[in-house]
């Protein structure tokens, strides 16, 4: 079955930088999109970012500005998102997403990681 494992997440001060890594099992990994979503202390799941399989169509969420960058690295079955210039309110926990369909865009994740802990002081 598919699995996703998320690693990267941690604690780390306003403006600093954190990378976060998912490694896919289970599936091509390149035929299909990927995501990250966040979800923090009471509030709903929100999209972050998300990219084709071929990594030609990405998509950020409003929030993101710049700050962030998503990819993927289809011979590793590996997805990152790079992050920057971090914010105590972009304090959440970080979820992977895969899709079912090469394409993102108006879709759903399927399949979701367990999620790691992204932590920005002030």
């Known amino acids: 079955q598919v699995q996703l494992v998320e690693s990267g997440g941690g604690l780390v001060q306003a403006g600093g930088s954190l990378r976060l890594s998912c490694a896919a099992s289970?599936?091509?990994?390149?035929?299909?999109?990927m995501g990250w979503f966040r979800q923090a202390p009471g509030k709903e799941r929100a999209f972050v970012a998300a990219?084709?399989?071929?990594?030609?169509?990405?998509y950020y969420g409003d929030f993101v500005k710049g700050r962030f960058t998503i990819s993927r690295d289809n011979a590793k079955n590996t997805l990152y998102l790079q992050m920057s210039s971090l914010k105590p309110e972009d304090t959440a926990i970080y979820y992977c997403?895969?899709?079912?369909?090469?394409?993102?865009?108006?879709?759903?994740?399927?399949?979701w990681g367990q999620g790691t802990q992204v932590t920005v002081s002030s």
């Open positions: 990219l084709s399989g071929s990594a030609n169509n990405i």
């Open positions: 289970g599936r091509t990994f390149g035929a299909y999109g």
């Open positions: 997403a895969g899709y079912s369909t090469p394409v993102v865009g108006g879709r759903s994740p399927s399949y």
